[in-house]
């Protein structure tokens, strides 16, 4: 294990974290008021800088590294133009809850309830992988509060039949084996079916100070989070439609899930969605092609309906 000093990916986060902060963000907690001690690490704009008038957005990261590496492009592209909020969920940072509960729906309550705690109104939300499934949720329990929604990457209408296909491509019999990577190999396995440029070259002490600084915290909360997950139990997709525009972003070659799950997302999600295709993009393509992916999202998002 590398001391802090030497670890690259701790420096690398000390960087993350600055950009945050040179787009206008800090860090914060709020209590969430469910009775269950549920408190939400977040980043937000200083409440006495945000500007009259200008739109919020909520960034919802995915299952991996903890939010400041999975939108820092989007911060500091977005940052200017709105107020941008960048939750942790339950279970990732400084995010927590007495409850028991470890559903999807949960962290929507969670999300929700943050916005409501610190007094914003109405928001966009964009949610990449597993916080896709999050801002489903919170857009059709909530539709009220939301304007509009963005999707990327995110099996919403997962069965139980496309959760075995995924293990048998990476090879796997456990799907925290390959979402919550505990050896360099797992890992290898996870980028190269989340990432469509296969970064083979990096050598193993990287990859175990990527394991050891992003995932072995709460590891033993995060399984019961991949367990709790109320999709992906049998052969229905569990998906109804949401009454608002809608945004799908999807990699042409997501292998974790595969572009015919976003075709037919597509079409149980109802008549106001609209499907972009990012070519010679995997999971993650916020990262793998940010510049691209932030024009669509702000296209859709600055488009009046």
Sequence with gaps: MLPSFLSPVSLYGNYLRRCFIAAGL??????VDHGDGTAIHFWGPDPAKTTLGKPSLVLIHGFGPVATWQ???QVQFFAPKFDVYVPYLIFFGG???RSGDRTETFQAAAVAGLMETIGVERYSLVGT?????????IARRWPERVEKV???SSGVNMRRRDGEALLKRANLARTEDLLLPATAKQLRTLLSLAVFKRPNIFPEFFLNDLLHKLYSEKRKEKMELLNGLTIGRDDEAKVSPLDKDVLLVWGDHDQIFPFEMATELKELLGKKVKLEVMKNTSHVPQTEKPA???EIVNNFLCQST
């Design 150 to 152: 963005v999707i990327a």
């Design 71 to 73: 939108w820092r492009r």
């Design 292 to 294: 691209l992916f932030n």
């Design 129 to 137: 992988s597993y916080g896709g499934i999050v801002a489903y949720n």
């Design 95 to 97: 995010s927590t809850t």
């Design 26 to 31: 800090s860090l914060r907690t709020a209590d």
